[in-house]
């Protein structure tokens, strides 16, 4: 299996630039997190997807953030527009169940930055 | 919500020796705590898992011990190796989202 896959890996954008992310997860996982790592609040839960249907979407900093999951093999996170402070790793990770937690695994991530 | 708290925030340790991270967590009915590795650059992996029915859990050099009552949980490295070397993360749940500790740098001495 290929694990989580993100794309782009890495996106230098300016300031006011629409920012989209994607990500594929681990086929046959039905849980999609997306998260936000940066020094000074650490790995922060953007938003949840269970079987492509947002659950939790209390994360997500304010509305120029947005997710969508059209089909299980695929999710996307948006920025617009995007501003300096929104410059972080972003993380995708899936999981296996819903009820229980279990192992998320994380996909290598795409590193932003917003000039 | 859930609070989770992680010391130290750097630990060095001479390679051989033994690493100890400890955390905590606030809310009572978390019952689900993976701690995670992250490598310089790379994703957070996770290395070991412990649910609230069991008390401590091992694996190979890693352990780690819960304690529901105190509501802490600790990470214990056996002898450390250069590639122990990362950050770890502690999380708890009570059920999908993870509440991630702050981190511990650790860094394993030659």
């Known amino acids: 299996d290929a694990g989580v896959i993100q794309s782009p890996r890495h996106e230098v954008t300016e300031m006011g630039q629409e920012v989209t992310l994607r990500c594929k997860p681990i086929s046959g996982h039905n849980s999609l997190f997306w998260y936000r790592q940066t020094m000074m609040r650490g790995l922060e839960l953007l938003i949840y997807?269970?079987?492509?249907?947002?659950?939790?979407d209390s994360g997500m900093p304010e509305d120029r953030f947005s997710a969508k999951m059209p089909n299980a093999s695929f999710s996307t996170l948006k920025i617009q527009p995007s501003e300096p402070r929104d410059s972080a790793v972003y993380f995708c990770?899936?999981?296996?169940?819903?009820?229980?937690?279990?192992?998320?695994?994380f996909g290598p991530g795409t590193r932003l930055l917003v000039l | 919500g859930e609070n989770v708290e992680q010391h130290p925030s750097t630990l060095s340790v001479q390679e051989g020796d033994s690493a100890v991270i400890k955390c905590t967590y606030s809310?009572?009915?978390?019952?689900?705590f993976p701690w995670y590795k992250q490598e310089l650059g790379k994703r957070p992996q996770l290395i070991i898992d412990i649910r609230s029915n069991v008390g401590e859990k091992k694996d190979q050099r890693i352990a780690v011990t819960l304690n529901k009552t105190a509501k802490h949980f600790s990470l214990h490295i056996t002898e450390t190796q250069p590639e122990d070397s990362a950050v770890y993360f502690c999380?708890?749940?009570?059920?999908?989202?993870?509440?991630f500790g702050a981190g511990t740098t650790v860094t394993v001495r030659a």
């Open positions: 997807f269970n079987n492509n249907v947002p659950i939790d």
């Open positions: 999380a708890a749940s009570r059920d999908y989202k993870l509440s």
């Open positions: 990770a899936s999981s296996s169940s819903y009820y229980r937690q279990e192992t998320q695994y």
């Open positions: 809310d009572s009915a978390s019952n689900y």
